[in-house]
């Protein structure tokens, strides 16, 4: 049984931050693409950002480039999604989730493994 463990969601001004944390066990942070998705009211699921545990490989969504960066500490099992200059739109529930996929892909429909979702307000 695979459990990926979020937290760190929040309410942030525009242009504020906000760090996600995803805990996974070491073996699907090695072998496994973890992928953060948003999802907003009345929208699809969007893939925001992926780290490849096979090869490295990181993606970013246009929409959060320069902005969120996504990083993994092995000594606690756990991937972040820094987020800074939030927008409004940035709005939405935060999902991680894993696939054991070599390299990183954003299809929900490949992630077999998910969290229980973090909201994440922007708003003044």
């Known amino acids: 049984q695979v459990h990926l463990v979020e937290s760190g969601g929040g309410l942030a001004q525009p242009g504020g931050s906000l760090r996600l944390s995803c805990q996974a066990s070491?073996?699907?942070?090695?072998?496994?693409?973890i992928t953060w998705f948003r999802q907003a009211p009345g929208k699809g699921r969007e893939g925001v950002s992926c780290?490849?545990?096979?090869?490295?490989?990181?993606y970013y969504a246009d929409s959060v480039k320069g902005r969120f960066t996504i990083s993994r500490d092995n000594a606690k099992n756990t991937v972040y999604l820094q987020m800074n200059g939030l927008k409004p739109e940035d709005t939405a529930v935060y999902f991680c989730?894993?696939?054991?996929?070599?390299?990183?892909?954003?299809?929900?429909?490949?992630?077999?493994?998910w969290g229980q979702g973090t909201q994440v307000t922007v708003s003044s």
């Open positions: 780290i490849s545990g096979t090869n490295g490989t990181t």
């Open positions: 070491r073996f699907i942070l090695d072998y496994y693409a």
């Open positions: 989730a894993a696939a054991a996929a070599y390299g990183c892909y954003v299809v929900p429909g490949l992630y077999d493994y």
